[in-house]
């Protein structure tokens, strides 16, 4: 017995693959499938997340529907993988609201941490927010920067924490020991796949959508909102560093490497986020969990204001309308830490540890 009906399901298709073995080729989920004859709670979380979504086994499957087998591998795994995520979330009380109310609550957060800042700004000097800033220190003119630091960092530790407690629990119930983390092989073969997202092609044609003919459009758009997020966490390291052993106070010069590694970071943020969304709506519905897209949604949609507020706030910089603008980006990037560990943020966590253990089924295999 599984924990919950769609562990059930998964259960049931992975045993019909397992007879059959047609798709071996298309990715690493039938592969690893194939090491076992049966499947606990821990594996079938772990065959969710190793799945990329690519829809090549649905095409390719001769018992998908209306086949009475009625074998849909990424629709299931899909729900499984959002299930899995509320599973593993900590605190585990903040998993439902988030996944019903995900968009809600994000802008809600954004815009309530938009609203203090710029409520505290008025309350000191009301002058502030209808003046023009420029220069080092011109952002803290607004809020102070022990403030501003206190404020992100403990929101930016909070997600720290959540995001190890809960890749902890994910770790554990697929059966690994804490020692696999220190298989260098495994690591950086993992690192070598995700980096790729080299099972996202579908065994080499692409992402299905509702057409069935296959692109690679939806990679290039996960690459492009990927790089651009390590780039902008970049620029907030080299921002830091120029802070506290340089003494240098933002904001910078437009040439500065703070400011070119958030400017090519919020570009790939913007164009990866709305080439994400509009690859959903171009998707199978019969290929996607309806039931899951809540903190979807809300994610690709805090990524995209994070990247379109900070290259809005390099525009106008030099202008009054400085305060509100760096106000509105200060509560977008709030709202994204705070929301991170219950959204499709932590898929890239689980994913790569399940990658990870593919790489050591693999190695052990071979």
């Given at each position: 017995?599984?924990?919950?009906?769609?562990?059930?399901?998964?259960?049931?298709?992975?045993?019909?693959?397992?007879?059959?073995?047609?798709?071996?080729?298309?990715?690493?989920?039938?592969?690893?499938?194939?090491?076992?004859?049966?499947?606990?709670?821990?594996?079938?979380?772990?065959?969710?997340?190793?799945?990329?979504?690519?829809?090549?086994?649905?095409?390719?499957?001769?018992?998908?529907?209306?086949?009475?087998?009625?074998?849909?591998?990424?629709?299931?795994?899909a729900?499984?993988?959002?299930?899995?995520?509320?599973?593993?979330?900590?605190?585990?009380?903040?998993?439902?609201?988030?996944a019903?109310?995900?968009?809600?609550?994000?802008?809600?957060?954004?815009?309530?941490?938009?609203?203090?800042?710029?409520?505290?700004?008025?309350?000191?000097?009301?002058?502030?927010?209808?003046?023009?800033?420029?220069?080092?220190?011109?952002?803290?003119?607004?809020?102070?920067?022990?403030?501003m630091?206190?404020?992100?960092?403990?929101?930016?530790?909070?997600?720290?924490?959540?995001?190890?407690?809960?890749?902890?629990?994910?770790?554990?119930?697929?059966?690994?020991?804490?020692?696999?983390?220190?298989?260098?092989?495994?690591?950086?073969?993992?690192?070598?796949?995700?980096?790729?997202?080299?099972?996202?092609?579908?065994?080499?044609?692409?992402?299905?959508?509702?057409?069935?003919?296959?692109?690679?459009?939806r990679?290039?758009?996960?690459?492009?909102?990927?790089?651009?997020?390590?780039?902008?966490?970049?620029?907030?390291?080299v921002?830091?560093?120029?802070?506290?052993?340089?003494?240098?106070?933002?904001?910078?010069?437009?040439?500065?490497?703070?400011?070119?590694?958030?400017?090519?970071g919020?570009?790939?943020?913007?164009?990866?986020?709305?080439?994400?969304?509009?690859?959903?709506?171009?998707?199978?519905?019969?290929?996607?969990?309806?039931?899951?897209?809540?903190?979807?949604?809300?994610?690709?949609?805090?990524?995209?204001?994070?990247?379109?507020?900070?290259?809005?706030?390099?525009?106008?910089?030099?202008?009054?309308?400085?305060?509100?603008?760096?106000a509105?980006?200060?509560?977008?990037?709030?709202?994204?830490?705070?929301?991170?560990?219950?959204?499709?943020?932590?898929h890239?966590?689980?994913?790569?540890?399940?990658?990870?253990?593919?790489?050591?089924?693999?190695?052990?295999?071979?």
């Open positions: 017995m599984h924990g919950s009906p769609i562990l059930e399901e998964a259960d049931r298709l992975m045993t019909v693959c397992n007879s059959c073995r047609y798709c071996e080729g298309l990715c690493a989920v039938f592969p690893a499938m194939e090491m076992r004859r049966a499947f606990t709670d821990g594996d079938l979380n772990y065959f969710a997340n190793l799945c990329h979504a690519c829809g090549a086994c649905y095409t390719d499957c001769q018992f998908s529907p209306p086949h009475e087998f009625n074998v849909n591998v990424p629709k299931t795994l729900a499984l993988r959002a299930e899995s995520w509320a599973t593993y979330t900590w605190p585990r009380a903040f998993s439902g609201l988030f019903r109310n995900g968009v809600a609550i994000s802008i809600i957060c954004a815009l309530s941490v938009a609203a203090f800042i710029f409520g505290f700004a008025a309350s000191n000097d009301p002058q502030v927010l209808r003046g023009i800033h420029t220069g080092p220190g011109a952002f803290y003119v607004l809020m102070p920067h022990n403030a630091a206190a404020l992100f960092g403990a929101a930016f530790l909070y997600a720290m924490a959540a995001l190890v407690m809960g890749l902890r629990g994910f770790w554990r119930d697929i059966g690994e020991p804490t020692g696999v983390l220190a298989d260098p092989p495994s690591l950086l073969q993992a690192m070598k796949d995700a980096g790729q997202l080299r099972y996202l092609d579908g065994g080499g044609v692409g992402c299905f959508n509702k057409d069935e003919r296959p692109t690679d459009r990679r290039t758009y996960h690459h492009l909102t990927f790089y651009g997020f390590l780039l902008c966490f970049a620029s907030t390291c921002a830091t560093l120029y802070h506290y052993l340089l003494a240098r106070e933002a904001p910078y010069a437009w040439w500065d490497l703070p400011v070119v590694l958030g400017t090519l919020g570009i790939g943020l913007v164009v990866g986020s709305i080439g994400l969304l509009m690859e959903k709506s171009r998707r199978d519905v019969a290929l996607v969990d309806t039931g899951s897209t809540g903190m979807d949604a809300a994610f690709i949609l805090m990524l995209f204001l994070t990247g379109l507020t900070g290259l809005a706030l390099l525009a106008w910089r030099d202008t009054s309308a400085m305060g509100p603008l760096l509105l980006h200060l509560g977008v990037v709030f709202a994204l830490f705070i929301t991170l560990p219950y959204g499709k943020f932590v890239g966590l689980y994913r790569y540890a399940a990658l990870v253990r593919y790489a050591r089924e693999r190695h052990r295999m071979a």
